[in-house]
Nanobody, 124 residues
Framework: QVQLQESGPGLVNSSQTLSLTCTVS??????????WNWLRQPPGKGLQWMGA???????YYDPDLKSRTTISRDTSKNQFTLHLSSVTPEDTAVYYC????????????????WGQGTQVTVSS
C-alpha cells in the first residue's frame, strides 16, 4: 500500500520560496501511469490542485500558479518536491502530496491517495 509523507518548514517568510518534499513508500514514482500531485487547502477554503509530476518526469501546473510553481523529483530517493516562489500570507495552507492514476487536475478527495498534510504558515 502506498504511503506518502510531506516534509518541510512550517513557517516561511513573505517573498521567500516555500519548498516541500514528499517521500513515497510502497510504490515507485516512475511506474506507469501514476501522477504525483501537490494540493493545498487554505483556512476556511476548499482544496486547490497546484500541480503534478508524471511517472515520465513531465510536470503540469495550475495556470494561476504556474509562474511561481516548480515540481521536481529525485528518483533515487523516490521523492518529489514542490517549490513555490514569492509567497505571501495568502499561501498559508495545509499542503498535501497525493497520488493519482492519470492526470486529474482535480480537487476531489476520492481521486487521490493522500499524505497526511503539513501546515505551512507564511508570515507577513
Amino acid at each position: 500500500q502506498v504511503q506518502l509523507q510531506e516534509s518541510g518548514p512550517g513557517l516561511v517568510n513573505s517573498s521567500q520560496t516555500l519548498s516541500l518534499t514528499c517521500t513515497v513508500s510502497g510504490d515507485f514514482i516512475t511506474i506507469s501511469s501514476w501522477y504525483w500531485n501537490w494540493l493545498r487547502q487554505p483556512p476556511g477554503k476548499g482544496l486547490q490542485w497546484m500541480g503534478a509530476i508524471a511517472y515520465t518526469g513531465g510536470a503540469y501546473y495550475d495556470p494561476d500558479l504556474k509562474s511561481r510553481t516548480t515540481i521536481s523529483r529525485d528518483t533515487s530517493k523516490n521523492q518529489f518536491t514542490l517549490h513555490l516562489s514569492s509567497v505571501t500570507p495568502e499561501d498559508t495552507a495545509v499542503y498535501y502530496c497525493a497520488r493519482s492514476f492519470g492526470l486529474r487536475r482535480s480537487s476531489e478527495r476520492s481521486d487521490y491517495n493522500w499524505g497526511q498534510g503539513t501546515q505551512v504558515t507564511v508570515s507577513s
